[in-house]
């Protein structure tokens, strides 16, 4: 079991660590996946930035995904989603709305980094449905990532084997037989807020400036 986020962030960096230095970028997938992320890119010296993507419920029951939107508008429906068409419309304009926020809240309304080329890490602090992950998946995609890698501390055994086909790379540190929830791989699994969400942007940003001074003085 890790301790919280930052436990499992060091323990995930330390499986990453052949990707040091090799000028990757990190993306967390917010709200816990961005101190996750933050920490994994921080050890790897790697670019860093959060994509945005939000469950789609049902009307009748918001908790239960029947898909996911990205930012982009890459689009997951679940194969055993049951609503209608118009639910799936009525749900992405609903979270269109939050994308926008989140968008602008987190990243100050800035564009993701540049993928072309480049290997792309999607981290997040576990994996459960997987639904803003495959919607994730599917923006690195559509943005021409030349490798994505997908790396979270606890998942279950199904959901590796599923994403092992999905991205050209895997890393999860726990695979528990018994597997119901991301919060049972953790002591301390408090929900971020926004405002401490916005603080990890924000000490990245300060971080990054000071190495750029650094360099340059």
């Known amino acids: 079991m890790f301790k919280d ?11 990453l660590k052949k990707y040091k230095d090799k000028g990757v970028l990190v993306l967390g997938i917010p709200r816990g996946g961005a101190e ?13 930035s959060l994509v945005i993507a939000r469950k789609l419920g049902y009307p009748w029951s918001p908790e ?20 209608r068409i118009d639910d799936i419309e009525a749900a992405k304009s609903s979270e269109s709305l939050e994308i926008a926020r989140r968008v602008q809240k987190y990243r ?3 564009e993701l980094p540049s993928m072309r080329g480049r290997t792309v890490i999607l981290v997040d ?23 994505i ?9 199904l959901m590796e084997r599923h994403l092992k086909q999905m991205v050209d790379e895997v890393v999860i540190l726990e695979t528990p037989a018994y597997y119901q929830a991301v919060s049972q791989g953790y002591a301390d699994f408090a929900n971020l807020t926004d405002e401490e969400t916005i603080a990890i942007m924000r000490k990245w940003e300060k971080e990054k400036r000071e190495v750029v001074q650094k360099a340059s003085s």
Do not use: W
């Open 149 to 157: 890698v997908v790396a979270a501390p606890i998942s279950g055994q």
């Open 108 to 110: 100050g309304g800035k």
């Open 5 to 15: 986020r930052k436990d499992a962030a060091e323990q995930l960096a330390l499986a």
């Open 36 to 48: 996750t992320a933050y920490y994994v890119a921080s050890y790897l010296h790697a670019e860093f």
């Open 64 to 83: 239960t995904a029947m898909g996911a939107l990205a930012e982009d508008g890459s689009l997951y429906i679940s194969d055993m989603a049951s609503g």
């Open 125 to 147: 602090d576990g994996i459960a449905t997987g639904a803003t992950l495959f919607a994730a998946i599917q923006l690195c995609k559509n943005k021409g990532a030349a490798k």
